[in-house]
């Protein structure tokens, strides 16, 4: 792991509770993911993620999109656990791993260690990005439903601004969300197919509004976690990505390029530069 995580930094990798002040339906600010990856919570992702069971339903799509544009150096913006870092990484691809939570990088660079990788890893917040990595890159990946820890605008927009002035001329944005639509608008159904494959835990939406989704996982052990999302619309989205300067944004549903809106679990943008 990077040298340069501080004591401060670290702060989050010795919190085993989560804990939202107040009422935590009120609670939507940008800042509360790195209190929400606890350790223990951490520790238990990748039993809600079953990497070899989202491996075979993701199959090559990334892998692919990055190689058909002649793509090679790869920043993970939000690592998690490394599934994609170490993914990219077996397939050829010159991979960095960030994250803003240093429990999560932590547990990637063992994860990553563990198949015999030494993940490169760097401790960064979007909004901050070019602050902490350094270079351009080919393509940024920022996949599992990350980019909706974002409550603010601002700070996606804040964030988009980085991720674009991270990549060169002609890099391409990668960035994946769920299907908040649908679930605004006809309330949370999933097929538990894509991501969260794992079938002894639950994902499941405790409760959601136009401004925020939040969601609960349960595990067979009995202990739940939380993460206080911002439902954000495909469309919305997809503007966002155009007024940060993407050129080219096309969209994917549950990695499919047509689709009926309301179907897809996850919607999957691919933003290009130029
Ligand atoms: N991509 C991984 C996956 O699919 O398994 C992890 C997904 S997890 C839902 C979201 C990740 O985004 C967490 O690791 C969290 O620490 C990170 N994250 C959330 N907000 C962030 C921010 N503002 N800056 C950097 N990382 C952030």
Known sequence: MSNDLSANRNADL???????????????ETDRYRAEYVMSFVEKWDELIDWQGRATSEGQFFIDILRARGK??????AAGTGFHSVRLTEAGFDVTTADGSAAMLAKAFANGQRR???????????????????????????????????HEEKDRRRALAEYYAALKHDGILILDQRNYDAMLDSGFSTKHKYYYCGDKVTAEPDHVDEGLCRMRYSFPDGSSYTLNMCPIRKNYMRRLLHEAGFERVRTYGDFQETYAEGEPDFFIHVAEKS
């Open 14 to 28: 010795v919190m085993d509770q989560q804990s939202y002040e107040g009422d935590p339906l009120e609670n939507r």
């Open 72 to 77: 090679e150096s790869v920043l993970d913006v």
């Open 116 to 150: 015999g990788l030494i993940l490169k890893t760097v401790q960064a917040d979007w909004r901050w990005l070019n602050r902490d990595i350094k270079g351009k890159y080919d393509a940024i990946v920022c996949l599992g439903n990350s980019f909706t820890h974002l």
